[in-house]
């Protein structure tokens, strides 16, 4: 079983069908929301979001380990795994760190510049937190000022979302609050 890309609803055959320049997979209730999208006729099933054609078919139709599961008890579930999760998240305070660490070396913005092979603007920027700094620029700064400019944990505010469907997945209508 598929999910709707759409509504979040279990559907055996999805439909593809295109959205705003968009290309979703949804169910038959949802097709009425965009064009549907012909596409030329295979032997495999898989969708756009299989690893391996074969595997659903010689499975016998099991989960997949990075899929979202629950107990039969109501019990835990878990998590889908994106390319977020690999991501190391940027510190709230690493304006004030690159400033400090910058300072405590005795180094003007322009001669930190010039060291990083930067533009001066681009250190004014972050130093005020205007702007992010690249992942190749927080690199630099972090290895010629010796300092991590990565969050240190989570704080326990960025947990998982507790409300939502009685089935573990979401959809964007657990999320929404409509203004009717």
């Known amino acids: 079983m598929v999910q709707c890309e759409m509504c979040g609803a279990e559907?055996?055959?999805?439909?593809?069908?295109?959205?705003?320049g968009a290309?979703?997979?949804?169910?038959?209730?949802?097709?009425?929301?965009?064009?549907e999208v012909k596409q030329p006729s295979s032997?495999?099933?898989?969708?756009?979001?299989?690893?391996d054609s074969s595997s659903s078919a010689s499975s016998g139709g099991s989960q997949s380990t990075t899929?979202?599961?629950?107990?039969s008890s109501g019990g835990s579930t878990q998590r889908r795994?994106?390319?977020?999760?690999?991501?190391?998240?940027?510190?709230?305070d690493y304006d004030d760190r690159v400033r400090n660490a910058r300072e405590s070396k005795g180094l003007s913005q322009s001669e930190l510049a010039n060291e990083l092979n930067?533009?001066?603007s681009l250190i004014r920027k972050i130093e005020r937190g205007d702007t992010l700094p690249s992942d190749r620029v927080q690199s630099k700064l972090e290895n010629f000022l010796e300092i991590n400019l990565s969050a240190q944990g989570s704080s326990g505010e960025d947990s998982e979302w507790s409300g939502g469907s009685s089935t573990g997945s979401y959809t964007l209508g657990d999320v929404v609050k409509r203004k009717d």
């Open 118 to 120: 930067e533009k001066a």
């Open 43 to 51: 032997s495999s099933t898989s969708t756009k979001y299989s690893t």
């Open 67 to 71: 899929s979202t599961s629950t107990s």
């Open 11 to 20: 559907t055996s055959s999805p439909k593809t069908i295109k959205v705003e």
């Open 81 to 92: 795994s994106d390319m977020f999760d690999d991501m190391e998240e940027l510190a709230t």
């Open 23 to 35: 290309k979703l997979d949804v169910c038959s209730n949802c097709t009425d929301f965009g064009t």
